[in-house]
């Protein structure tokens, strides 16, 4: 008779689990957002999308109109701005802007400005945490 190996936590005793992947239920640093990388054009849209949000709550038919988008386009978008941690409301059929529009455009993800390594290098130079962030990246090229 054949027997298949087991899968999953294995009971040691009452208090105990055991399993290759016990450090999976340790509990983690929430990390900081990482921006999902766009294109030139998307980072105009819902940077145009971000404005629309702040000036008044709007209705989805209206901001799709607007913005020349579909349902699903539209609904991509406001994922877009969840990943980079700007909250967006929807209330009575509105969706609006959670906070000002200038505390949370900052984090509206940037689209790929196709530097070289060099541009890289020279713009790591600093003392920002974006500076610190291009550094790190500038860094594990040249070790790579």
Do not use: W
Not at 93 to 120: C, I, M, Q, W
């Amino acid at each position: 008779m054949l027997t298949m190996p087991q899968v999953g936590y294995q009971r040691i005793n009452d208090n105990q689990l055991s399993n290759d992947r016990m450090d999976m239920a340790k509990k983690s640093k929430p990390k900081k957002p990482v921006a999902t990388p766009v294109t030139p054009e998307r980072a105009a849209r819902l940077c145009k999308l971000m404005r629309l949000l702040a000036a008044k709550p709007q209705a989805r038919e209206n901001l799709t109109t607007k913005l020349k988008l579909g349902i699903r386009g539209f609904y991509r978008d406001l994922e877009a701005l969840r990943e980079a941690d700007i909250k967006v409301n929807l209330d009575n059929g509105g969706y609006s802007l959670h906070g000002k529009f200038a505390d949370v455009v900052t984090r509206l993800p940037f689209p790929d400005p196709g530097l070289n390594l060099g541009e890289a290098t020279q713009l790591a130079r600093g003392r920002t945490e974006a500076h610190r962030k291009l550094k790190k990246m500038v860094d594990g090229v040249m070790k790579g």
